[in-house]
């Protein structure tokens, strides 16, 4: 169960509080892949950020019973003071995984960061963060894993190897999902939720969710 309580978040303005959600309810369904669908600065990203616990609503809460990735493919959670190294260590920790050279181990396999791990993230392109960020996610058994534009993250052999191993968790977690993309919404989701204007509504029928989207 994911429950948003009548959350409001806005940004403060020289224009006074710029408001994306405004005393929102709204349940999110379980056992679903779900692509979240909207325009740009529709506030699908400050969704993320608000279910993963990255941010934090003005005013409501979210609740939950399951275990939930912080965004994949954005750097959140990321240190750039740390290395790649005591990074994954700490993530691990805080997510209480029980073997950490185990989880260090698949997350040095599936970065493919070379020598660059024991150096500070800051130094990374703006390719490696994601990477990191990616592989210290999908070495970690959430029940839900938020996926923001994975198409973005690194280059196209590394995109490809992302991709696989968010199909294989999808076949035991599930995905909540935000991208541009149909065809890959279409790959990975089996329903959809359209933000329009502050507002979530839920389609179990994928297809007729990306027509509403596509129609706004």
């Not at 993250?153 to 977690?173: N, P, T, Y």
């Amino acid at each position: 169960m994911i429950f948003i309580d009548n959350i409001t978040k806005y940004y403060p303005s020289n224009l006074g509080n710029q408001y994306i959600f405004k005393n929102l309810t709204f349940e999110i369904p379980t056992g679903h892949n779900i692509g979240i669908l909207g325009a740009n600065g529709a506030g699908k990203s400050t969704l993320f950020r608000l279910l993963a616990g990255s941010e934090y609503p003005n005013s409501g809460s979210i609740q939950t019973d399951l275990s939930l990735s912080w965004p994949v493919a954005l750097s959140t959670g990321i240190h750039p003071k740390m290395t790649g190294r005591e990074n994954t260590r700490f993530i691990g920790k805080i997510n209480g995984v029980a073997d950490l050279n185990a989880y260090e181990e698949r997350v040095i396999a599936f970065a493919g960061l070379g020598k660059k791990y024991d150096l500070p993230v800051g130094s990374y392109s703006s390719g490696m963060k994601p990477r990191l960020a990616f592989a210290c996610s999908v070495a970690i058994d959430f029940d839900v894993y938020l996926i923001d534009e994975v198409t973005s993250v690194g280059d196209a052999k590394f995109r490809r190897k992302a991709k696989q191993a968010l199909l294989e968790r999808s076949e035991r977690a599930n995905v909540i999902m935000v991208s541009h993309e149909m065809d890959e919404i279409r790959q990975f989701c089996d329903s959809a939720i359209v933000l329009h204007d502050g507002r979530l509504t839920f389609f179990n029928d994928l297809e007729l969710g990306i027509e509403k989207y596509e129609a706004l």
